[in-house]
């Protein structure tokens, strides 16, 4: 499968579907199951490509990762401006939700990791009651300490060992930090011998635990989630001011590129 790949203010977006996304995981499972692989997958948002404009060293894990999917509407709308539109948004939630499916379905093992107050365990819970036949297991996370140009990790050796064991790794951690956990993965020092795909999914396991409010489905659709984000939580205001600046960015790219 092949697709196209654009920059949007320095960060690449991969032109790919849910579909697609999850043909080509499958695929690199499929083909080396035992290769001492980490295959990072990122959920590219607006806050990512700001993030990326203040850490070079984050904006290369972005660039250099197996697939940079669409997350975001914000996204959709920015590729519209610079001419290279993509099709559609693939959801860190999604996901969860389809990558876990097929691991059932597979005999793969997931692994959720990260969250508070247990989440990473109810989300473990909810899909196995859904899927009895799935393999999983749930961990808290490492301890981390992080600044936005690096991140340092103590894991200890038995979530290292649930980690050598798992196809499907589930980070929810939210950005950077997850993104600089499985970009250390890749680490020899780790000894990964099989093929490992990461996907950092932020807040989806609040979501799936039912710790916070499910976004409905036509807001969702409607690409408003951000807006019933912060409806629900207020503390994401301040976050949100990075979406102004995203858009702000944009547009003066966009200017100047027409000049």
């Given at each position: ?39 990072p ?51 860190g939630?999604?996901?969860v939700?389809?990558?876990?499916k ?19 365990e ?22 981390i ?31 950077p ?64 001011l990075?979406?102004?600046q ?10 100047k590129?027409?000049?």
């Amino acid at each position: 499968m092949n697709h196209s790949s654009y920059y949007i203010l320095g960060v690449r977006i991969d032109d790919v579907t849910l579909q697609e996304t999850l043909e080509k995981i499958k695929r690199s499972l499929e083909n080396s199951p035992r290769s001492d692989r980490v295959l990072p997958v990122v959920t590219i948002n607006p806050e990512f490509i700001m993030l990326a404009r203040l850490a070079k060293p984050f904006r290369t894990i972005l660039n250099s990762a197996f697939l940079c999917v669409p997350d975001g509407v914000g996204i959709l709308l920015a590729s519209l401006l610079i001419g290279s539109p993509l099709r559609t948004r693939v959801t860190g939630i999604e996901l969860v939700y389809s990558l876990t499916k097929e691991a059932a379905m597979q005999g793969w093992t997931v692994g959720f990791l990260g969250g508070q107050n247990e989440v990473a365990e109810k989300t473990k819970e909810y899909f196995i009651s859904k899927y009895p036949k799935l393999t999983a297991w749930a961990d808290n996370g490492p301890w981390i300490e992080n600044n936005i140009s690096s991140v340092t990790y103590q894991v200890s050796s038995e979530l290292l060992e649930r980690i050598r064991k798992t196809n499907i790794l589930f980070v929810a951690m939210g950005a950077p930090k997850q993104e600089y956990f499985i970009s250390n993965l890749q680490n020899t020092k780790y000894k990964i011998q099989n093929t490992i795909v990461a996907v950092g999914v932020g807040g989806s396991f609040d979501e799936i635990a039912g710790v916070v409010p499910k976004t409905p489905q036509f807001i969702d659709t409607l690409g408003l989630k951000w807006l019933f984000r912060l409806i629900t939580q207020p503390w994401r205001f301040r976050r949100q001011l990075r979406l102004l600046q995203f858009v702000y960015l944009i547009f003066v790219d966009r200017i100047k590129k027409s000049l």
